[in-house]
T-cell receptor, first 111, second 113 residues
Framework: RKEVEQDPGPFNVPEGATVAFNCTYS??????FFWYRQDCRKEPKLLMS???SGNEDGRFTAQLNRASQYISLLIRDSKLSDSATYLC????????????FGTGTRLKVLA | GAGVSQSPSNKVTEKGKDVELRCDPI?????LYWYRQSLGQGLEFLIY????????KSGLPSDRFSAERTGGSVSTLTIQRTQQEDSAVYLC???????????FGPGTRLTVL
């Protein structure tokens, strides 16, 4: 079992739709959590950090459930430009630091 | 301000040759990370630096891979006696401190013929 798991998708949604991605992690020593987006053949770009209380940035809402060990990303009013791969990232500290990346969820927003 | 930069952007080499990849982190960032990403795959963590020190080298795929960081800034990743399976995009990232948001460079696309 991978330490960070995501549904690979693809999620094909119409413009304006709301879409949600989940990500589960297995290591309870995980401390910090992030969502990145990666466009084809580009580097990952930080979308948002995920805080215990949940946080929102415009159309994007991230939530963390430590008890169930998952994080989620909700995108409202999807735009064509949201089409990308969304990477869930977990940082754990067990002696040393390590960032574990999920393999990503592909989103395609259709006109 | 300037982001993370990497050079070269593309490198084509022959099997058995050594290559050196360079990363310039964001100024003032104490932590620096190397990853690689093969085509259609997720990111594979290789190594991180806190200052000039690399506490955990267990992610390096083999002893042909080494990395160093000098002056708390520039880092180089060296691959000796390259193999075809080393072909990938090598990404560098930096963060102000450990365990917080990382910012990525554009990567070096390595092709080993």
């Amino acid at each position: 079992r991978k330490e960070v798991e995501q549904d690979p998708g693809p999620f094909n949604v119409p413009e304006g739709a709301t879409v949600a991605f989940n990500c589960t992690y297995s290591n309870s020593a995980s401390q910090s959590f992030f969502w990145y987006r990666q466009d084809c053949r580009k580097e990952p770009k930080l979308l948002m950090s995920v805080y215990s209380s949940g946080n929102e940035d415009g159309r994007f809402t991230a939530q963390l459930n430590r008890a169930s060990q998952y994080i989620s990303l909700l995108i409202r009013d999807s735009k064509l430009s949201d089409s990308a791969t969304y990477l869930c990232v977990v940082n754990r500290t067990s002696g040393t630091y390590k960032y574990i990346f999920g393999t990503g969820t592909r989103l395609k927003v259709l006109a | 301000g300037a982001g993370v930069s990497q050079s070269p952007s593309n490198k084509v080499t022959e099997k058995g040759k050594d290559v050196e990849l360079r990363c310039d982190p964001i100024s003032g960032h104490t932590a620096l990370y190397w990853y690689r990403q093969s085509l259609g795959q997720g990111l594979e963590f290789l190594i991180y630096f806190q200052g000039n020190s690399a506490p955990d080298k267990s992610g390096l795929p083999s002893d042909r891979f080494s990395a160093e960081r000098t002056g708390g800034s520039v880092s180089t990743l060296t691959i000796q006696r390259t193999q075809q399976e080393d072909s990938a995009v090598y990404l560098c990232a930096s963060s102000l401190f450990l365990a917080i948001e990382q910012f990525f460079g554009p990567g070096t696309r390595l092709t080993v013929l």
